[in-house]
């Protein structure tokens, strides 16, 4: 059986391969309509192009390595009709509005009359293909459909005849790239310009500051790159265990680098070229280690020693800023300047005269009022310069400076009440658009900072949900961007490997429609997509046979179902409910199943490309304990509340990270909470399971203790299990502790679990 499935899913992913044509672009177009014929690439072709589009041209032309013979710049409505051509045409606003209308219907209007400079229609003939655009930015968004639509073919000196229709969701689609914390060298920052091009992102996010090294040449500030661009240890995780050091430049052994000016303004121009924006940031007040390391007197006790933050108090910090921007601004054209203002502990501040002298002239309670006084002040000067202040969304505390935009990382929902004050939003939260997560299985991936964040979560996230905002006020949403941070992502092809394929879920949720976004039809598209990656000598994550699972509860029939799905296109996935070998005696998987009590799932994927087929097992439970009320006798951690006071019996179990709602948190002495069954019970068995992901400061209880009462003041033991786990084990581990109650009975279960240190996360309390 397996054989014929395996033989069967091989000549079918043959002739998918090499079928023309393939239409398979990613982002989603908004409307595509295949033509017959095709459109032969010859050393006779020609490029037509308006003067103000001679770049794009000659991009199409040499950088892509098209066999083109010339470019000639004129109006493109003379050309010779027996010579095959690529035309670039330039028209009004309103025509190109009503090409699309006309083909798409009216009532996308106000959606296209906001993003019309970049709206592109493409139209690919047996003799001719033409690109119309109303700006630069959208006929370079039609030449890179074109360029994609031609390497998705097998044969790539054909094109397939099509009528392409198209304009995007949202005017910022970013992607960001940490090169503080391992550094990145200019030619891979050009290969990911390249590719972001290819998928419609237009901003390029370059985290270039933070505590594992300054990046950037600052002329008036030379001490920045010579004494702290450089580290005695390579990786960001060994300087860190080895006391976070620094070494100077030109030491040997030293690890490090920054970009020198010149190298910026190429990279610049490159990005232009290519219709992206870079976006520079320059962290204040905090993840300042690397900057007072070179400069401690910008510190608030006067050393860089146990400090992380900027003086928000002394002039000399503002003199400082004011010239490192400055030439930040001779180099960056963005209008938005990234300034970070995360995470900046604010300790150092207390203690400061000068802090305390300024609070008082200012009338400044807090510390948080501080920082936003000093957020104030950058923002200012930026936009006396003609630029505007971005930074993370703690920027909010304390006030919102009246220029400023707010990049979310925390709480997507912020983006949404900023943008309802009229404040511009960027969504690039970490519970779903941090691809420095695991994006499978982490015992079989390279070890990450923690979280799990996969294909399918990055696609199914909408920066834009229905009705949140009105007409007036989705302007303010800009847009969105993913992350990449780098403490864990020390080379070029680990880098590949985080970003590739989650970027085109996280191109595609900025660009298409979202009423057009359908993950089963992504996963199909992304098959062609995986060619061109290769053909671009991206290192990127392959599709992983893991059988992902989800749950909901069926109250009516008391019975859980379960959905079954991969990262595999039309996988064939087989199953079985009690624990025996699903590729012997499995089912094959067509729709949720239902689950009554406790069940063991053993399932897996067949297809041609797995070379070794991973079986997966996971328990489902339809338990006593579901809709009962739990007590806290101490309270959950307000940053990790899950489903709130339902989440421990709502039958629902967590996921790879704390972070998807279903993990519930514990910070302080401990967990100490009491289900109530309403009545006295037959108990039989109690089971409660916990994380442990010591990056982020996630440990097991020292033990799990149970005890049982019928009145809720008078409790016996029922037992204790201490836990197995080192707290040495780095490596993401789940522990179950099980109970068993045979024997016993009460109304009220007490589930007591001391923290060992930092957090503590546990997901239901199964009760038999």
């Not at 290819?198 to 790159?225: A, M, Q, V």
């Not at 979202?514 to 599709?543: C, E, M, N, T």
């Not at 998987?589 to 994927?605: C, E, M, N, Q, R």
């Not at 070794?612 to 006593?624: A, E, L, M, P």
């Amino acid at each position: 059986m397996i054989l014929m499935i395996l033989l069967g899913s091989f000549s079918w992913a043959q002739r998918d391969l090499s079928s023309f044509p393939n239409y398979d672009l990613v982002p989603k177009a908004v409307r595509l309509k295949a033509q017959p014929g095709k459109f032969n690439i010859t050393n006779q072709l020609r490029i037509t192009a308006p003067t103000q589009w001679k770049a794009a041209a000659d991009l199409l032309a040499s950088s892509w390595h098209l066999p083109a013979t010339s470019v000639i710049l004129k109006n493109t409505s003379k050309v010779n009709k027996h010579q095959p051509a690529i035309q670039f045409i330039q028209v009004s606003a309103a025509r190109l509005s009503k090409i699309i209308l006309d083909s798409i219907g009216v009532a996308h209007q106000n959606d296209l009359n906001l993003h019309i400079a970049e709206a592109y229609s493409l139209k690919v003939s047996d003799k001719t293909i033409q690109i119309q655009a109303v700006d630069k930015a959208g006929a370079l968004h039609g030449l890179f459909t074109l360029l994609q639509l031609e390497k998705l073919q097998w044969q790539s000196n054909q094109l397939p005849a099509v009528s392409i229709q198209d304009y995007p969701r949202f005017a910022y689609r970013g992607l960001m790239l940490d090169v503080s914390r391992n550094f990145f060298p200019p030619a891979y920052i050009k290969k990911l310009l390249d590719l972001m091009a290819l998928y419609k992102l237009n901003n390029f996010h370059w985290h270039l500051t933070d505590g594992g090294g300054w990046r950037l040449e600052i002329k008036k500030y030379p001490l920045l790159t010579s004494k702290a661009a450089f580290r005695p240890e390579g990786t960001q995780t060994a300087w860190s265990k080895a006391g976070r050091k620094y070494s100077k430049e030109g030491e040997p052994g030293s690890y490090g680098g920054y970009y020198t000016q010149q190298q910026v303004r190429d990279i610049v121009a490159y990005a232009s070229a290519r219709g992206i924006n870079i976006i520079p940031e320059i962290e204040f007040p905090g993840h300042a280690e690397e900057l007072l390391h070179a400069y401690p007197f910008l510190s608030a006790t006067g050393s860089a020693h146990g400090v992380h933050e900027l003086n928000v108090c002394s002039e000399a910090t503002y003199t400082f800023m004011e010239n490192l921007l400055t030439e930040v601004m001779q180099l960056f054209p963005s209008t938005y300047i990234h300034i970070g203002g995360d995470e900046a502990s604010k300790k150092s501040w207390k203690d400061c005269q000068d802090c305390k002298v300024l609070m008082k002239k200012e009338n400044i309670k807090t510390l948080a009022g501080l920082q936003s006084y000093g957020i104030r002040r950058l923002e200012q000067f930026l936009a006396s310069h003609g630029r505007k202040l971005l930074g993370w969304d703690e920027i909010t505390q304390g006030g919102l400076a009246p220029g400023a935009a707010v990049m979310v990382w925390r709480n997507p929902h912020t983006a949404i009440e900023v943008a309802r004050q009229g404040h511009y939003a960027i969504e690039a939260p970490s519970k779903y658009l941090y691809l420095d997560h695991y994006q499978s299985d982490p015992m079989s991936e390279p070890e990450a900072i923690g979280g799990y964040i996969p294909l399918s979560k990055v696609y199914h996230f909408n920066p834009l949900p229905k009705d949140s905002l009105t007409e007036r006020q989705k302007p303010f949403m800009l847009g969105v961007q993913a992350n990449l941070f780098t403490e864990w992502v020390p080379t070029e092809k680990h880098a590949d490997y985080m970003l590739f394929p989650r970027a085109l879920a996280l191109a595609e949720i900025g660009w298409t429609p979202h009423k057009s976004q359908h993950y089963q039809d992504f996963l199909k598209r992304i098959q062609g997509q995986y060619l061109l990656l290769q053909r671009a000598f991206v290192h990127y994550h392959r599709p992983d046979p893991t059988v992902l699972h989800d749950e909901y509860i069926d109250k009516q029939k008391r019975q859980m179902m379960v959905t079954l799905s991969s990262e595999y296109n039309r996988p064939a996935i087989y199953y079985s409910t009690d624990g025996s070998d699903p590729l012997t005696h499995g089912i094959l998987y067509t729709a949720p199943f239902p689950i009554k009590g406790h069940a063991l799932v053993k399932a897996a994927v067949l297809d041609s490309t797995v070379r070794n087929i991973k079986i997966d097992s996971f328990t489902v439970d339809y338990h006593r304990a579901i809709g009962k009320t739990v007590y806290y006798n101490s309270p959950y951690a307000k940053s990790y509340p899950g489903a709130g006071n339902s989440t421990l019996t709502d039958g629902i179990t967590g996921t790879l990270t704390y972070s998807d709602d279903r993990w519930q948190g514990f910070l302080g002495k401990q967990m100490d909470v009491t289900v109530d069954m309403n009545l006295p019970t037959d108990l039989h068995s109690l089971d409660i399971r916990f994380m442990q992901l010591t990056g982020p400061g996630v440990y097991m209880p020292i033990q799990v203790a149970v005890f049982l009462s019928n009145d809720n003041k008078n409790f016996q033991p029922a037992g204790i299990i201490k836990t197995t786990t080192p707290t040495t084990q780095t490596r993401l581990r789940f522990e179950n502790y099980h109970f068993n109650l045979q024997g016993n009975k009460a109304r009220y279960i007490r589930v007591v679990a001391p923290v060992f240190r930092g957090f503590l996360f546990t997901d239901e309390i199964k009760i038999y």
